[in-house]
């Protein structure tokens, strides 16, 4: 797990009794706290700290629930993505949560994190998939 993805979401979970718990339910806990933050109207860059984490969040459900894998992404993928870091699954594929979750932000309800992970292409199977 990326530092500080462990101490944001205890910090968020203890704060707002939040069922942050890596389960593939909780990305709709996130897809609602990014809304949250969209409809109490600060700026992007005012929260932009934690629509990181969020994203680092949702991308670590995709690690223990999909069989991704944090990569750091390269210069072309930096630049479209708009992001540091990405997962890439099983077969491959890399996908962008830090990403969806600023785009919830910024469009709303048509970006959905927890959508994004059930379209995931190139899941592995989990008995684990809550």
């Known amino acids: ?3 500080g993805v462990a101490e944001f979401i205890r910090r968020v979970t203890v704060r707002n ?3 942050l ?3 593939v339910a909780s990305l709709r806990v996130v897809d609602r706290i990014t809304d ?3 409809a109490a109207g600060p700026g992007r860059e005012a929260v932009a700290r934690d629509l990181f984490w969020l994203g680092a ?3 670590e459900v995709f690690v223990r ?3 991704a ?3 750091d992404l390269d210069p072309g993928q930096r630049e479209l993505f708009g992001q540091p870091v990405g997962v890439r699954m099983p077969d491959g594929r890399v996908w962008n949560p830090l990403g969806k979750v600023a785009n919830r932000f910024a469009v709303g309800p048509e970006e959905s994190v927890q959508q994004m992970y059930f379209l995931l292409h190139g899941r592995a199977p989990s008995k ?3």
Do not use: F, I
Request: hydrophobic residues 40%; glycine residues 12%.
């Open 36 to 38: 949250g933050l969209r």
């Open 57 to 59: 969040y949702a991308g």
């Open 21 to 23: 718990d890596y389960s």
């Open 128 to 130: 684990a998939s809550r």
């Open 69 to 71: 894998a944090w990569v």
């Open 1 to 3: 797990m990326r530092p």
């Open 17 to 19: 009794r939040l069922p």
């Open 65 to 67: 629930r999909a069989g």
